[in-house]
């Protein structure tokens, strides 16, 4: 089976290191692909319009922006008239806009309010007629070729249009795109904790957590797992907080974890304390990192789930929450799981992207990254491309509607 075409996003970060919105494109091995079906209904803007924006829950993203991929003949398409203007920002190539009609239509988006980013790669002054039109200005700034890029930026940094940086190596290159007055920066870092504040091991109440999870693994007592819970009243806040978001649809308010429990059942209290211990960091490269892991431990829940019963879509669930701990805590995968006692086909899939759980998992992982193999995985496990996608924008707005 061919490699397919597969939504991938990218958080797009501000300098307070706060998510603003997301860059949504095909993945880079799949650009041609994607700009000769421009016009199909399944391409980025149609996806996004029947996944985000729909007519029963509006636009689902709240405040955040997404960067889309804009071929030229999309600026035209039928399929923008279905996505809110002032939350979409098409991002379109320079040279793209050497075309009349190209620039006649970004003139037309504009003043519907749309958001246009141009994606420029040139040295010469910029052109006052193109610069006018556009609310955004790219810069890749990756290390092949600093002096250029320098350049680029010394041209562009007095116009009055928001400076993106992206691909974006390490977070020490961040902190230097932040001085030099960037707006909005995107790149591979945010997977990354930040040296200077990554934690060092469990917290406290990550260490409260984890014996909640080993209580409810042996099946304890309700009431026992109560006692504990109370040792720690901002965990139980949390929790119940969490079980009451609009991301687990509950038709009631959840009052107590017992109350929970005579709703819901037994079985979910793993799944919330294993979101509360992927949310317990406190620095802000924490917070970034427990977002990634939420939308990917929901994007591959929803990848497994017409392959597999629904416990087991729990634990892909959980995996994708778990995926990123080692980040979160400082320490490796297997001291992690030192830690925290999981079935072993859980702890595969984390160790070494493999067992029942492992291909979905790495999946919902590739999902994240510009380049790499989220075509030939879906491929593989016999997912259709446009399914990836949609559940994937699925995932971003279930995340979005977590109270975390």
Not at 69 to 85: F, M, W
Not at 125 to 147: C, G, N, Q, Y
Not at 212 to 218: D, I, P, S
Not at 381 to 386: E, G, K, N, S
Request: overall charge neutral; some cysteine.
């Amino acid at each position: 089976m061919p490699e397919m075409n597969v939504v991938v996003r990218e958080p797009l970060l501000d300098a307070q290191q706060r998510i603003i919105g997301y860059a949504l494109a095909w993945q880079q091995a799949e650009i041609d692909a994607c700009r000769s079906a421009a016009m199909n209904p399944t391409t980025l803007a149609g996806l996004v319009a029947a996944a985000i924006n729909n007519e029963q829950a509006g636009w689902r993203l709240g405040d955040h922006v997404l960067f889309l991929e804009a071929a030229p003949a999309l600026l035209l398409a039928d399929v923008l008239t279905a996505l809110p203007a002032n939350n979409i920002v098409l991002v379109i190539n320079a040279s793209d806009c050497a075309d009349v009609g190209t620039v006649a239509a970004l003139r037309a988006l504009r003043k519907r309010g749309f958001g246009i980013s141009l994606r420029w790669t040139g040295l010469a002054e910029p052109d006052k007629a193109l610069f006018s039109l556009v609310t955004h200005i790219e810069i890749s700034v990756s290390k092949t070729d600093f002096a250029v890029q320098a350049k680029q930026y010394a041209l562009i940094k007095h116009l009055p249009v928001h400076k993106v940086a992206r691909h974006i190596a390490g977070w020490h290159d961040y902190d230097a795109c932040v001085s030099l007055g960037f707006d909005l920066l995107a790149g591979p870092f945010h997977l990354m904790p930040r040296p200077d504040s990554a934690s060092k091991g469990l917290n406290t109440s990550q260490v409260l957590i984890v014996e909640l999870l080993e209580m409810v693994r042996k099946n304890a007592d309700v009431r026992q797992i109560e006692l504990v819970l109370k040792r720690d009243p901002v965990v139980s806040y949390k929790l119940l907080r969490f079980i009451n978001s609009a991301g687990f649809g509950l038709g009631c308010e959840i009052e107590s974890l017992r109350h929970a429990v005579q709703v819901l059942g037994y079985t979910p209290l793993y799944r919330w304390l294993s979101l509360l211990l992927a949310t317990a960091g406190t620095s802000k490269t924490a917070q970034l990192l427990m977002q990634t892991a939420i939308i990917r431990g929901r994007l591959a829940e929803l990848l497994g789930d017409t392959f597999l019963p629904k416990a087991e879509t729990d634990n892909l669930f959980v995996a994708g929450l778990f995926s990123l701990l080692d980040r979160l805590l400082g320490m490796s995968m297997g001291e992690v799981l030192d830690k925290i006692q999981l079935p072993e086909a859980m702890s595969q899939a984390l160790l070494t992207r493999e067992g029942i759980y492992g291909d979905f998992l790495a999946l919902a992982e590739a999902c994240e990254r510009g380049t790499g193999c989220a075509g030939r995985l879906a491929a593989s496990l016999q997912i259709d491309a446009a399914q990836v996608s949609q559940k994937h924008l699925s995932a971003l707005a279930w995340a979005q509607n977590m109270d975390v």
